[in-house]
């Protein structure tokens, strides 16, 4: 049984008409010990055959080592929204519920390779020198943490040193614990700064500035 | 799997009332009949303060007896009657400088003008420690964060329809959900506050004030008393505290200070009730009045549905010519 409905399937092939460029959906899977993957890559596979100038690509965590190690992924279900140029768009666990609108986003984002940002953002992010790793905690039940993502992704479009990612907190204990995730969405910049709740951009925009200085202290 | 939402926002409205009060069912009613798709955005019948009136004896033409949600129902559908649509969600966020104008709540949506009609239930200040363990066992929304808590006893603040819901929510996940009412009985849907109250899990501790989130790192404790009598505090030990209180303050966080304040923290709305920003209006207890009655609430409803409307039809620079009417 498909997980997109045939509506939804035809509201998501509206929504995607005109991605502005070809996007890749790079994921990595394996068979055992991993409780969604099977359903995340069904959900990739029939998103991406919404669009022609959608691609699926499925390897195996295990077997595709090198692949994953160039791309930077160190857990599953992951996937990896690549346009003309990897901007560093990750999500890690299936985006389901309100998270699946996180990920259109990002294909549009990464389609277009354009990202819609307040021009105090734009000279922080010309201004960077310092890598920022953005990784957006969220569970699929929450409203409030897509925008969180959304702001999180365009950002990585917008400037090669950030990558971010969204991390299922439910599929990823281990991380949920090593980070104190006791709610969502929960932001944490370089494993030194975090934010809590979905702010405004400008809010964020402090917080990564105070981890781009304690980096550049390092 | 969780269900799957597109969560793209659709075509965009004429307008979006935010708030569905008098003010916000008036000025919906108003903008509906002037032919305008208008969306109203609300927390729920008895969120606000008509809606937890338990008698209304002045408001013109109702003489009941009627409770505040007979009131507000009664304005709803009537709006409704006009082609308004009403969604029970809450909105989180917006951005009034865009066009169309965004507003977030469970799902995005978009519109040409915004009605701000939010009331004055917001808290004023927080519990000691609730700020300080926010993300460590504070939260507010037990939809999003309710998995944290499995197997963990929690607390649940607040005495209305959100509050009853969120800790119903909350009877999957944790061993004990107590709820901290600051009211004697519950300004909630009956149906769901006796589901709350017939609970294995559940616990009422009704008239209460919540006097501190205890923990160091993360909560592990509530603090209250009783509001009235001599009853001794109580300390309950709990991983996560929930928060659903209300107040008196004008309800403008989400916000996000794209809009001016008073000190008081009304918003401030001109004769014609518009803001400092085009297409954003306000109307109704949000802004600073000396009679906070919902018939006024309801009149400068229909003030800002006829401003809207005029912005909507790019008419906002003229005025009636009474000299050849």
């Known amino acids: ?218 | 799997m969780e269900s799957i939402s597109l969560g793209a926002a659709g075509a965009p409205y004429d307008l979006i009332v935010i708030g569905g009060g008098p003010a916000g069912s008036t000025a919906a009613l108003y903008a509906a009949r002037a032919g305008h798709r208008t969306l109203v955005i609300d927390k729920g019948l008895a969120s606000g303060a008509l809606g937890k009136a338990s008698q209304i004896v002045n408001y013109p033409g109702a003489k009941g007896p009627l409770t505040g949600a007979d009131l507000v129902r009664s304005m709803r559908d009537q709006a409704a009657s006009f082609g308004a649509e009403f969604v029970t969600e809450k909105v989180l966020r917006v951005d009034l400088k865009a066009e169309p104008k965004q507003v977030w709540a469970a799902e995005p949506y978009q519109a040409r003008a915004v009605v701000i009609a939010t009331g004055a239930l917001g808290r004023q200040q927080h519990v000691p420690g609730e700020e300080r363990l926010l993300g460590r066992g504070v939260s507010y929304c037990a939809t999003c964060d309710g998995a944290f808590f499995q197997g963990q006893p929690v607390a649940v603040a607040g005495n209305n329809d959100e509050a009853v819901d969120e800790a119903l929510t909350m009877t999957r996940f944790a061993t004990k959900v107590h709820l901290l009412s600051p009211t004697t009985e519950l300004e909630a849907n009956e149906e769901l506050a006796q589901e709350l109250a017939s609970h294995p899990k559940a616990a009422l501790h009704l008239g209460v004030r919540v006097l501190e989130v205890l923990g160091e790192n993360r909560v592990e404790g509530v603090r209250f008393a009783a509001k009235k009598g001599d009853q001794e505090e109580q300390t309950i030990p709990v991983s996560g505290v929930f928060f659903y209180l209300q107040g008196t303050q004008p309800i403008t966080d989400f916000l996000y200070d794209q809009l001016p304040v008073s000190e008081g923290g009304c918003l401030i709305a001109g004769e014609y009730r518009e803001t400092t920003l085009p297409g954003v209006f306000a109307a109704g207890d949000v802004v600073c009045k000396h009679l906070k009655q919902s018939v006024v609430a309801a009149a400068e409803g229909a003030q800002a549905a006829m401003a809207a409307d005029r912005y909507l039809s790019g008419r906002e620079k003229l005025r009636p010519d009474w000299r050849h009417s």
Do not use: W
């Open chain 1, 1 to 218: 049984m498909p997980i997109l409905d045939s509506g939804t399937a035809e509201g998501v092939k509206q929504e995607l008409a005109d991605l502005g460029g070809p996007v890749r959906l790079v994921m990595f899977t394996q068979e055992f010990e991993c409780d969604l993957c099977a359903e995340a890559r069904a959900l990739v596979e029939e998103v991406a055959a919404t669009s022609e100038q959608l691609a699926a690509e499925i390897y195996n965590f295990v077997t595709d080592k090198e692949k994953a190690d160039s791309l930077g992924i160190d857990k599953i279900p992951a996937i990896a929204v690549i346009g003309a140029e990897d901007y560093g768009l990750r999500f890690y666990g299936i985006p389901s519920g309100y998270e699946f609108a996180s990920l259109l986003a990002a294909i549009k984002a990464a389609g277009s390779g354009g990202a819609h940002l307040e021009d105090d953002t734009v000279a922080f992010l010309q201004a960077l020198r310092e890598p920022l790793h953005i990784q957006v905690f969220v569970t699929p039940t929450c409203p409030y943490c897509q925008s969180a993502v959304m702001l999180a992704h365009r950002l990585g479009v917008a400037s090669r040193l950030v990558r971010a990612d969204m991390v299922e907190a439910t599929e990823f204990p281990h991380l949920a614990v090593k980070y104190s995730v006791m709610g969502v969405p929960r932001t944490v910049i370089n494993d030194t700064v975090h934010l809590e709740g979905a702010v405004p951009e400008a809010r964020l925009v402090d917080k990564l500035r105070e981890a781009a200085e304690a980096a550049g202290q390092s």
